[in-house]
């Protein structure tokens, strides 16, 4: 079909073109704000990748963390002497016949 005869086609409804032409401009704007300002628009899409990158740049700082604290566990669990210094620091052991000095600040 020619867009003449689409043309006439429209005119014989009683609405005619300049209603479907309306009725198009409201839907593209209505589309065209959706995209913009919606919920699922490109500005959110925009931010939840932000916050993505943030919470992988965590995720990767706690996993070091973590396997710095597996590390740490398994010199404990493996290596009398780790533990015996651990205990020695964080819980003052002292070995009988020692002295222990404490120097405070």
């Known amino acids: 079909m020619q ?4 043309f006439n086609l429209f005119k014989k409804f009683s609405w005619g ?3 479907v032409l ?13 995209l913009w300002l919606g919920h699922s628009s490109i500005f959110a899409a925009y931010q939840v990748s932000k916050e993505v990158e943030a919470q992988t740049q965590e995720n990767q700082i ?8 597996f590390n740490q566990i398994q010199a404990l669990k493996n290596n009398a002497e780790a533990t ?7 819980l003052g ?3 009988p016949g020692e002295i222990y000095y404490r120097y405070g600040n």
Do not use: H, P, T
């Open 62 to 69: 706690l996993e070091a963390r973590n396997q710095d604290l």
């Open 17 to 19: 073109v300049s209603s």
């Open 22 to 34: 309306a009725l198009l401009i409201i839907l593209i704007i209505w589309l065209q704000s959706s």
């Open 93 to 95: 052991l002292v070995k």
């Open 3 to 6: 867009v003449v005869g689409l």
């Open 84 to 90: 015996e210094a651990k205990a020695r620091e964080d």
